[in-house]
């Protein structure tokens, strides 16, 4: 298969300049309002915030996906088309996706875009730069970073492979991209060795209907998870923190909403809030939508995440936008969001002792919670807007298409 011949445009004066047409390749909703993980929910905000500029004329999402769509095709808008196509199953990885690659470049044949954007720096990325050498890529997490043996989430002899294929895969990606989009000042300083284009930071935006939760009111001393289930977001031991606040708060209630790719993990968690005796004070929710997570935000006190490793979850900028504060691990970006003691409180991985007592902090001070969620949503509107991710998404793209 041929490749597809990048384009070198030149950008008109703003005057003139036509609305753009953009093709983004990634994570997105498979129906509307469901949102699995941090990567759809960006997307799932920053599209429809793209579609309302008067400089973008179309943008068409390509989502690939293991037979689990309930439609091939959708249109959100009269500016915006959902293609989701079911995806290579095996051997990804080894023939980089070598049948998605040829679908992905027959549609950006038909849209014939302006520009390509690849959201995050693995197939996915992958696949964008093989449609288009000028793609602009996002960094939603860098693999090869990580080499704590307590942090994969598969420790198999298949695992270990596929993740040192994955870790190549980043580096090619990132050595080729013309311009990198990173989320975080912490992604920003480990792209500076590998990429060898332009690099801009740009945060991952917050929904409105975050932001319409502000301001905070007061709640039940009640406590928020949303994450994968996963060691890297370690539920486990945040149940095993929450068991010390129970003895402190004995009213306190923890709910945890999420994903849960692996069934034996997700029991490990089950255990441990049987094993602690919290049945009756832990709620385990699976995969929820838009509407309900902001329920669950909106009536909990704090956020916490207690992480291994994160770049800049999006459930913390959309906590901080509802005005609520925030418990996490100061790992990753993580710690360039949260203001330890003015928004939140960060605390160090794995220390239970610490998390536990920062949220009695919260969970026997409303007050204090509501200042901080107050402060939290200051900080929010200064970055997480989609209006303004939008604005500078499209800077971006302008740079790619220079």
Not at 216 to 228: E, I, S
Not at 287 to 296: A, H, P, Q, S, Y
């Amino acid at each position: 298969m041929t490749e597809v011949p990048s384009v070198v445009r030149a950008v008109p004066d703003s005057s003139t300049r036509p609305g753009l047409k953009i093709v983004m390749i990634g994570p997105y909703p498979l129906e509307p309002g469901l949102v699995r993980g941090g990567i759809e929910s960006v997307t799932s905000t920053l599209v429809p915030a793209l579609a309302e500029r008067d400089d973008v004329d179309s943008v068409t999402v390509l989502r690939f996906h293991d037979g689990d769509a309930p439609a091939e095709y959708r249109r959100e808008g009269p500016k915006v088309e959902i293609h989701c196509v079911r995806g290579q199953r095996r051997l990804r990885a080894i023939t980089r996706s070598f049948l998605d690659v040829r679908k992905a470049r027959r549609l950006v044949a038909q849209v014939n875009p302006d520009v390509v954007h690849g959201q995050e720096i693995g197939l996915y990325g992958d696949i964008a730069q093989r449609c288009r050498t000028d793609a602009v890529i996002t960094v939603h997490g860098v693999t090869f970073t990580d080499t704590s043996p307590d942090t994969l989430d598969d420790g198999s002899l298949q695992g270990r492979l596929r993740d040192r294929l994955i870790r190549r895969l980043e580096r090619r990606v990132l050595g080729r991209a013309k311009v990198a989009i990173s989320i975080s000042n912490w992604d920003s300083q480990v792209l500076d060795a590998p990429i060898r284009g332009t690099r801009v930071s740009i945060p991952n935006p917050a929904g409105a209907e975050f932001f319409a939760l502000a301001p905070p009111k007061p709640t039940q001393p009640h406590l928020l998870f949303a994450g994968v289930f996963t060691p890297r977001k370690n539920p486990v031991g945040l149940v095993s923190a929450f068991a010390r606040v129970r003895r402190s708060v004995p009213q306190a209630r923890l709910t945890l909403v999420g994903p849960q790719p692996d069934p034996a993990y997700a029991k490990l968690v089950e255990d441990r809030v049987r094993d602690f005796g919290l049945e009756d004070c832990v709620d385990i929710v699976d995969l929820v939508g838009t509407e309900r997570m902001r329920c669950e935000i909106s009536s909990a006190r704090a956020v916490v995440l207690f992480s291994r490793q994160e770049t800049a979850p999006t459930i913390l900028a959309q906590a901080m936008a509802a005005g609520k504060p925030v418990v996490a691990s100061r790992v990753g970006g993580v710690p360039e969001m949260v203001r330890d003691g003015e928004t939140g409180f960060l605390v160090d991985p794995d220390d239970e002792v610490t998390l536990a007592d920062r949220m009695v902090k919260l969970l026997a001070d409303q007050e204090l919670s509501l200042e901080m969620g107050r402060r939290a949503h200051d900080v929010a509107v200064q970055r997480y807007t989609a209006a303004a991710v939008a604005e500078m998404t499209v800077d971006a793209y302008r740079k790619a298409m220079a």
